[in-house]
């Protein structure tokens, strides 16, 4: 990959990643209003405003953001599975994307309920704010180790190292470090934590 189609390519990465990150916040603010409004026709709006955003705004700038993520690792001496900071940062935005999708229709179901029901059962709507809270918590994740790279080879980047002769590597290579054992050990409390929420809650929503 030349320099300026690299430079193109991160430029495109960003504005999907951050949109993705800005519409979320915007879904957020809107099952926030769901949940506190006393105004039964503003909780309406609310749920098919959560609706049009989720997959005309989220949905597309998601999975543009993994698919331009996955052509910037394999386009560069990074590579895909080469460190863990990369491939932690791809597997968290496989599982926010996936579970994305697979709670659109849910949405779009009480979406559907709110523009039909009676005004005065809309009350028992609540509001859609777990998921977006926790797919918020997931992005600022994968930002941080965006940014800051922390370093870590995995095996394979290390044999891969080794076969290149080391000129393929840009950083020193070492063992997998502290902070990657920590990360794992708080991704999967995170994880568990979500499991649990989502089944005592329903994600934060009553018809999920």
């Given at each position: 990959?030349?320099p300026?189609?690299?430079k193109?390519l991160l430029?495109?990465?960003?504005?999907?990643?951050?949109?993705w990150v800005?519409?979320?916040?915007a879904?957020?603010v809107?099952?926030?209003?769901?949940?506190a409004?006393?105004n039964?026709?503003?909780?309406r709006?609310a749920?098919i405003a959560?609706d049009?955003t989720?997959?005309?705004?989220i949905v597309?700038?998601?999975v543009?953001s993994l698919l331009?993520g996955?052509?910037?690792a394999?386009?560069?001496?990074?590579?895909l599975?080469?460190?863990?900071?990369?491939l932690?940062s791809?597997?968290?935005t496989?599982f926010s994307?996936s579970?994305?999708?697979?709670h659109?229709?849910?949405v779009?179901a009480?979406?559907?309920?709110?523009?039909?029901?009676?005004p005065?059962?809309l009350?028992?709507l609540g509001?859609d704010?777990?998921h977006p809270a926790?797919g918020?918590?997931i992005?600022?994740v994968?930002?941080?180790?965006n940014?800051?790279?922390?370093r870590?080879?995995?095996?394979?980047?290390?044999?891969?190292?080794?076969e290149?002769?080391?000129e393929?590597d840009l950083?020193?290579?070492a063992?997998?470090?502290?902070?990657v054992k920590t990360f794992?050990m708080?991704a999967?409390?995170?994880?568990?934590v979500?499991?649990?929420?989502?089944h005592v809650?329903?994600?934060?929503?009553?018809h999920?």
């Amino acid at each position: 990959m030349t320099p300026g189609s690299r430079k193109l390519l991160l430029t495109v990465h960003l504005v999907f990643s951050v949109g993705w990150v800005g519409a979320v916040v915007a879904y957020l603010v809107l099952g926030i209003s769901a949940v506190a409004t006393s105004n039964p026709e503003n909780a309406r709006a609310a749920w098919i405003a959560m609706d049009v955003t989720g997959w005309y705004a989220i949905v597309p700038l998601a999975v543009g953001s993994l698919l331009t993520g996955i052509l910037m690792a394999l386009g560069t001496p990074w590579g895909l599975f080469r460190y863990y900071w990369v491939l932690i940062s791809f597997a968290l935005t496989i599982f926010s994307v996936s579970i994305l999708l697979l709670h659109m229709p849910t949405v779009s179901a009480q979406a559907l309920v709110a523009r039909g029901a009676d005004p005065a059962a809309l009350g028992g709507l609540g509001g859609d704010l777990f998921h977006p809270a926790a797919g918020l918590f997931i992005l600022l994740v994968v930002t941080v180790l965006n940014v800051y790279k922390p370093r870590g080879l995995t095996p394979y980047g290390r044999r891969k190292q080794l076969e290149a002769g080391g000129e393929a590597d840009l950083r020193p290579a070492a063992a997998p470090s502290a902070w990657v054992k920590t990360f794992v050990m708080a991704a999967v409390g995170v994880l568990l934590v979500f499991g649990v929420l989502h089944h005592v809650l329903g994600g934060g929503m009553r018809h999920h």
